[in-house]
């Protein structure tokens, strides 16, 4: 069978790309599904499990050329207490395999669209400050400190560190092979990516750099200079006989539990975290991607949640799109999404085939790979170009940045918005209109020209604004433009014209009454009913085309 049919538009050209960046992505996501896996408090094959099915099954089903699936890093403490709560992990499967359910449901709803309400300045600060931990986060590992199991992301650790106590203590207890393995590396990637050897050999320079510390660390060990790597500090897969070893747990959803309310109670945080996840870190790549490739939320999230309920039946973990293996991908030369199926078969034929080999791999080179991948993420030029847009985009990216590196994802993501939400509310409320002051013959004249919108929240700004027109000016009032005034707002243009009087002060309203009564009082005209009903069709149209 030619596997290429499930990948319509993939050409040989592309596969020669997809099968180098496949591989860094792989040994890469190899050691994230057992960190994983290991913070969940689940048994290590069921975060290789949901790291085969992320690759192998989502793919095949999504339409992301660059998103890469796998166990999720946001979800830690989420299944490590649902696990606890439920009281075993078959119980944990059957929420995971109802929170799949949901999923598909979720993407049938057309729910992808929640994903267009976050803020681009959000967004980027997201990706900046995922570089900013993955660099914090692999220094450990660069110089051969590995206490922390990697792919750990937030910043209070399960070794009782936090994110910079760590590299402290790492600076202390560090490892000179392990810093000479991933210094190593680091030169060839930016040598090989400076030369641009990747054009010319295919093969990326992560790859590269991986392979030769592997054959560097075998050749300190057989001459004995003292700067080997232990297997302590390498990947350490687990040993399988055949297939059936890695499913050997008996895991598998009980449905007895159908009757109990935490399981569904469990499974609806899951799907909500898992879905949102995937729906931000969607959107990231899309940022990311050169192309500018844009796909379908919803059918993403139906894909998501097939993945999920596989990776349930199969004893796994839940599967959300990562950021990381994503952003590795791209900058490992992946061209489609065959990419991240070739990575999920590698982690499957690596397990029963060479698992020796993978032990042989010094987790130093492929911190190597990862603070590039973070250097890249963490764009010092994206800060420059975030404050040019002003206080209201930069301000959102930087809070966003500080509470994902001091916090986790989910937080810093939450604390961003509050940033938006608060520009957004105070634009509001500062900018309902223009106020324009001009000197003339005749005197002074202050025009009021109305926002589309004037609510409420806009009372305070109106009152200052109007108690600062001059005695004695031409007050002009223009609500042409308004959709809606607020009757607050109506009250108070009308309690001036008073007190107008007494300050010599003459007052011209225009249409500003009449934006009122259109909505409230007014009968409805007839062709712009018409013209009305034509544009809501256009646009239920237009809806139902694009989602």
């Given at each position: 069978?030619?596997?290429?049919?499930?990948?319509p538009n993939?050409?040989?050209?592309?596969?020669?790309?997809?099968f180098?960046?496949s591989?860094?992505?792989?040994?890469?996501?190899?050691?994230?599904?057992?960190g994983?896996?290991?913070?969940?408090g689940?048994?290590?094959?069921?975060g290789l499990?949901?790291?085969?099915?992320?690759?192998?099954?989502?793919?095949?089903?999504?339409?992301?050329?660059?998103?890469?699936?796998?166990p999720?890093?946001?979800?830690?403490?989420?299944?490590?207490?649902?696990?606890?709560?439920?009281?075993?992990?078959?119980?944990f499967?059957f929420?995971?395999?109802?929170?799949?359910?949901?999923?598909?449901?979720?993407?049938?709803?057309?729910?992808?669209?929640?994903?267009n309400?976050?803020?681009?300045?959000v967004?980027?600060?997201m990706?900046?400050?995922?570089?900013?931990?993955?660099?914090l986060?692999?220094?450990?590992?660069?110089?051969?400190?590995?206490?922390?199991?990697?792919?750990d992301m937030?910043?209070?650790?399960?070794?009782?560190?936090?994110?910079?106590?760590?590299?402290?203590?790492?600076?202390?207890?560090?490892?000179?092979?392990?810093?000479?393995?991933?210094?190593?590396?680091?030169?060839?990637?930016v040598?090989?990516?400076?030369?641009?050897?990747h054009?010319?050999?295919?093969?990326?320079?992560?790859?590269v750099?991986?392979?030769?510390?592997?054959?560097?660390n075998?050749?300190?060990?057989?001459?004995?200079?003292?700067?080997?790597?232990?297997s302590?500090h390498?990947i350490?897969?687990?040993?399988?006989?055949?297939?059936?070893?890695?499913f050997?747990?008996?895991?598998f959803?009980?449905?007895?539990q159908?009757?109990?309310q935490?399981?569904?109670?469990?499974?609806?945080?899951?799907?909500?975290?898992?879905s949102?996840?995937t729906?931000?870190?969607?959107?990231?790549?899309?940022?990311s991607?050169?192309?500018?490739?844009i796909?379908?939320k919803?059918?993403?999230l139906?894909?998501?949640g097939?993945?999920?309920?596989?990776?349930?039946?199969?004893?796994?973990?839940?599967?959300?799109?990562?950021?990381?293996?994503?952003?590795?991908?791209?900058?490992?030369?992946?061209?489609?999404?065959?990419?991240?199926?070739?990575?999920?078969?590698l982690?499957?034929l690596?397990?029963?085939?060479?698992?020796?080999?993978?032990?042989?791999?010094?987790?130093?080179?492929?911190a190597?790979?990862?603070?590039?991948?973070?250097?890249?993420?963490?764009?010092?030029?994206i800060?420059?170009?975030?404050?040019?847009?002003?206080m209201?985009?930069?301000?959102?990216?930087?809070?966003?940045?500080?509470?994902?590196?001091?916090?986790?994802?989910?937080?810093?993501i939450?604390?961003?918005?509050?940033?938006?939400?608060?520009?957004?509310?105070?634009?509001?409320?500062l900018?309902?209109?223009q106020?324009n002051?001009?000197e003339?013959?005749?005197?002074?004249?202050?025009?009021?020209?109305?926002?589309?919108?004037v609510?409420?929240?806009?009372?305070?700004?109106?009152?200052?604004?109007?108690?600062?027109?001059?005695?004695?000016a031409?007050?002009?009032?223009?609500?042409?433009?308004?959709?809606?005034i607020d009757?607050?707002?109506?009250?108070?243009?009308?309690?001036?014209?008073?007190?107008?009087e007494s300050?010599?002060?003459?007052?011209?309203i225009?249409?500003?009454?009449?934006?009122?009564?259109?909505?409230?009082?007014?009968?409805p005209?007839?062709?712009?009913?018409?013209?009305?009903?034509?544009?809501?069709?256009?646009?239920?149209?237009?809806?139902?085309?694009?989602?």
């Amino acid at each position: 069978m030619n596997i290429l049919q499930f990948f319509p538009n993939v050409s040989w050209n592309d596969v020669r790309h997809d099968f180098s960046s496949s591989i860094v992505v792989f040994l890469v996501a190899l050691p994230l599904c057992i960190g994983v896996a290991f913070a969940s408090g689940a048994p290590i094959s069921s975060g290789l499990i949901s790291g085969i099915v992320g690759g192998a099954v989502i793919s095949l089903i999504s339409k992301s050329p660059l998103s890469v699936s796998g166990p999720a890093m946001g979800l830690t403490v989420i299944v490590f207490d649902s696990i606890r709560t439920l009281g075993s992990f078959n119980d944990f499967l059957f929420a995971l395999c109802l929170a799949g359910v949901l999923q598909i449901i979720l993407g049938f709803l057309k729910a992808g669209i929640l994903s267009n309400f976050f803020p681009s300045s959000v967004i980027k600060g997201m990706l900046a400050a995922i570089g900013a931990v993955l660099i914090l986060k692999q220094i450990p590992h660069a110089i051969g400190y590995d206490m922390d199991y990697e792919g750990d992301m937030v910043f209070f650790q399960l070794d009782q560190e936090n994110t910079f106590s760590e590299i402290l203590t790492a600076l202390r207890r560090f490892t000179p092979g392990a810093i000479v393995l991933s210094s190593v590396s680091l030169v060839l990637i930016v040598i090989w990516e400076k030369l641009e050897l990747h054009k010319k050999f295919i093969i990326h320079g992560s790859l590269v750099a991986i392979l030769v510390s592997v054959l560097l660390n075998e050749t300190f060990k057989i001459f004995e200079l003292g700067l080997s790597v232990a297997s302590e500090h390498m990947i350490q897969p687990i040993q399988l006989n055949g297939i059936t070893d890695l499913f050997q747990g008996n895991h598998f959803p009980s449905f007895s539990q159908w009757k109990n309310q935490a399981v569904y109670l469990a499974a609806l945080k899951i799907c909500l975290v898992m879905s949102l996840e995937t729906l931000l870190n969607l959107d990231a790549i899309e940022k990311s991607d050169p192309q500018r490739r844009i796909v379908s939320k919803n059918r993403e999230l139906v894909a998501q949640g097939t993945g999920n309920l596989f990776s349930a039946f199969l004893g796994g973990l839940p599967i959300t799109s990562v950021i990381i293996r994503s952003s590795t991908n791209l900058q490992a030369g992946a061209k489609t999404r065959f990419s991240a199926f070739l990575h999920g078969l590698l982690i499957f034929l690596s397990l029963i085939f060479i698992p020796t080999w993978i032990a042989k791999i010094p987790l130093a080179s492929l911190a190597a790979v990862l603070l590039v991948v973070g250097y890249k993420l963490t764009d010092y030029r994206i800060l420059k170009t975030q404050y040019q847009k002003g206080m209201d985009q930069f301000i959102p990216f930087v809070a966003t940045l500080i509470g994902i590196v001091f916090s986790d994802v989910l937080i810093g993501i939450g604390i961003g918005c509050l940033f938006s939400v608060f520009f957004i509310v105070r634009r509001n409320v500062l900018n309902p209109y223009q106020f324009n002051k001009k000197e003339m013959t005749y005197g002074v004249e202050v025009r009021i020209d109305l926002s589309e919108d004037v609510s409420f929240l806009n009372k305070s700004s109106m009152l200052y604004k109007l108690d600062k027109v001059p005695d004695n000016a031409h007050l002009i009032i223009d609500g042409s433009k308004s959709k809606y005034i607020d009757p607050d707002v109506l009250e108070i243009i009308e309690d001036f014209k008073i007190v107008a009087e007494s300050r010599n002060i003459k007052v011209e309203i225009i249409d500003v009454t009449s934006a009122y009564q259109k909505i409230n009082n007014k009968p409805p005209d007839p062709i712009a009913q018409q013209n009305y009903q034509k544009l809501f069709e256009n646009n239920r149209i237009w809806v139902k085309e694009n989602f």
